[in-house]
């Protein structure tokens, strides 16, 4: 479903660990998925993407995986610094859903000094 | 190159009254959609502009209407304000390389709105 409860899933990892988080997505003929980053009173910022035709995608200390099989998306972060911690959004897209991205329900990452 | 920018930051309106929120697009973008994001929750799709015509539009009622103007730039305008409208209100702009569809959105700040 779309965005439902309130109760955040939450992360803690000390600084310098590799971050780890999930998301599962909801329509199978989701092509484009995007990760966001939102801190607290901002609007989401845009981390990495990734088309349904790769597997895996690799930017600045960040990679996504995707398994369409299980309809399953990671965000690893690496060398997790204190600077990470905000709420990570996983949000889907497909063509025939008129621009809507569809958005998980979001993991608060904290990091620990 | 100017990121997404909206207006204004903050909004305190009462119950029954209308409201008008602004958004300036990234340079070089034509498409803008609108979220509505409750306490706690992830973003909810309100609607779609390409080139000034709605493209697509969410699980939103009629008083929840837009508008794209020839500049890309867009208004949100929400009619007859209920408590629940009470949010912080998105928009993102991307460059419209499918229609519109499967592209990159780049969120501004957003406009908090609180309904009393």
């Known amino acids: 479903g779309e965005n439902v409860g309130l109760h955040l899933p939450t992360l803690s990892v000390q600084e310098g660990d590799n971050s780890i988080i999930n998301c599962a997505y909801s329509n199978s003929a989701s092509d484009y998925f995007i990760w966001y980053k939102q801190e607290s009173g901002k609007g989401p910022q845009f981390i990495i993407d990734?088309?349904?035709?790769?597997d895996k995608r690799q930017g600045q200390r960040v990679t996504v995986l995707l398994n369409k099989t299980v309809k399953h998306l990671s965000l690893q972060i690496a060398a997790t610094q204190p600077g990470d911690s905000a709420v990570y959004f996983c949000?889907?897209?497909?063509?025939?859903?008129?621009?809507?991205?569809?958005f998980g329900q979001g993991t608060e990452l904290s990091v620990k000094p | 190159e100017t990121g997404v920018t909206q207006s204004p930051t903050h909004l305190i309106k009462t119950r029954g009254q209308q409201v008008t929120l602004r958004c300036s697009s990234q340079s070089g973008h034509n498409t803008v959609s609108w979220y509505q994001q409750a306490l706690g929750q992830g973003p909810q799709f309100i609607f779609q502009?390409?080139?000034?015509?709605?493209?697509g539009r969410g699980n939103f009622p009629p008083r929840f209407s837009g508008l794209q103007f020839p500049n890309y730039s867009s208004e949100l305008n929400v009619n007859a304000l209920e408590l629940d409208d009470s949010a912080l209100y998105l928009c993102?702009?991307?460059?419209?390389?499918?229609?519109?569809?499967?592209?990159?959105?780049?969120f501004g700040p957003g406009t908090r709105l609180t309904v009393l």
């Open positions: 990734i088309r349904s035709n790769m």
């Open positions: 502009y390409y080139r000034e015509e709605e493209n």
């Open positions: 993102a702009s991307s460059p419209g390389l499918a229609g519109g569809y499967t592209d990159t959105q780049y």
């Open positions: 949000a889907e897209d497909a063509y025939n859903q008129g621009g809507k991205l569809i």
